[in-house]
């Protein structure tokens, strides 16, 4: 037996190692999709006792004396938006690799969605850190400034502003990923078309508010489109 041909006997036939790894890969990205929609689930139940624990529309403005007396919800949220954004990244991540194998010929503008996939996980990180900094003692001790409290309500709310702004970013750039899932990673295999038709449609109500109205409320759309897009990539790596 020749080099060249114990060579070649020794490598792994391409039709086993790459359904391997796509099995792997489908799980990974599988996984991600579905913790970044669970996570951002529970926004709304943190919503609601923010909303229960305020006193009347006032409590919109805090001040930083209130601050102190809700600064759990700065960790909460935190945490919630650190669990979007991680499981976004895997999941962006996760497809980039499998559309790299079942796709070798995908359009350049699924490069661009891709790194839009990147910008949204890492646009929810942010917002993580904005979230826990606006709860911080850092907010809290704005008082010690010597500002007037309509000065330093303003101030405070001055953050949430920031934070719709991180929010509106966040929510184009899923959108992006979404499209580019929905088109070239249907072509790709990598998921089935109803998951891809929801992609699409989520896409369209995250643009649409910020477009039309400038607001940034259609990003809700992502979780259940993340959890479906997470099961049938899951179901794809049995």
């Not at 391409?14 to 799980?27: A, F, I, N, W």
């Not at 995250?206 to 109205?213: E, R, T």
């Not at 990003?219 to 489109?225: E, K, M, N, R």
């Amino acid at each position: 037996m020749t080099s060249v041909s114990r060579s070649q006997s020794a490598e792994p036939t391409p039709s086993v190692s790459g359904t391997v790894d796509r099995r792997k890969l489908y799980r990974f990205a599988g996984w991600g999709a579905a913790l970044s929609g669970a996570c951002y689930l529970l926004q709304p139940i943190l919503v609601a006792g923010m909303e229960a624990t305020s006193s009347g529309p006032e409590d919109v403005f805090l001040s930083p004396t209130e601050i102190a007396d809700v600064f759990w919800q700065g960790p909460v949220q935190g945490a919630i938006f650190t669990g979007i954004g991680i499981g976004l990244l895997a999941a962006v991540l996760g497809v980039g690799r499998l559309v790299r194998t079942g796709a070798r010929d995908a359009s350049p503008w699924w490069g661009v969605a891709h790194v839009l996939g990147i910008v949204a996980a890492c646009g929810w990180l942010l917002l993580a850190g904005l979230s826990i900094g606006l709860y911080s003692s850092v907010a809290r001790a704005m008082a010690e400034i010597g500002a007037d409290e309509p000065t330093m309500r303003v101030a405070l709310h001055m953050g949430s502003v920031v934070i719709a702004g991180g929010l509106a970013l966040t929510a184009v750039a899923s959108a992006g990923w979404l499209i580019g899932l929905g088109r070239t990673g249907r072509r790709a295999g990598v998921i089935g078309l109803p998951a891809a038709v929801v992609a699409l449609i989520a896409a369209a109500v995250c643009l649409v508010p910020i477009l039309a109205l400038s607001q940034p409320f259609g990003v809700l759309a992502t979780a259940p489109a993340f959890i479906v897009v997470g099961v049938s990539m899951l179901r794809r790596s049995r």
